[in-house]
C-alpha cells in the first residue's frame, strides 16, 4: 500500500519555480530565508534541498555558509545538503 504524498509547503511552492530565473543576489536572499525560517511542520529537509538550490546561483563562500550554518534549526541537515555539495 502506497502512503498518500504530502501537499508541499505553500511557501516552498512559492519559491520553486523561481530557481529557474533568480540572479544571485535574489537567489541568497532565497537560501536566507529558507535556512533560517524554514516552513512548519516538517518540511525543514524539503526547504534545505531547496536552498541547495538556490545556493547554487548565489555561489555563496564558504563563510557566508558557515555563518548561516550556525544559525539553522537543523545544522546536521545544512553541512549535508548545502555545505557539502558547496
Known amino acids: ?26 537567489a541568497w536572499k532565497a537560501v536566507r530565508e529558507l535556512v533560517l525560517h524554514p516552513p512548519p511542520g516538517g518540511s525543514v529537509r524539503q526547504a534545505l534541498e531547496l536552498a541547495s538550490q538556490f545556493a547554487e546561483i548565489a555561489l555563496p563562500s564558504t563563510d557566508k555558509l558557515l555563518r548561516l550554518w550556525a544559525e539553522t534549526e537543523d545544522p546536521g541537515g545544512f553541512a549535508e545538503v548545502v555545505l557539502a555539495p558547496a
Not at 508541499?8 to 519559491?15: G, H, I, S, T, Y
Open 1 to 26: 500500500m502506497t502512503s498518500p504524498q504530502r501537499a508541499e509547503e505553500p511557501r516552498l511552492a512559492l519559491l520553486r519555480p523561481k530557481v529557474a530565473t533568480a540572479s544571485p543576489a535574489r
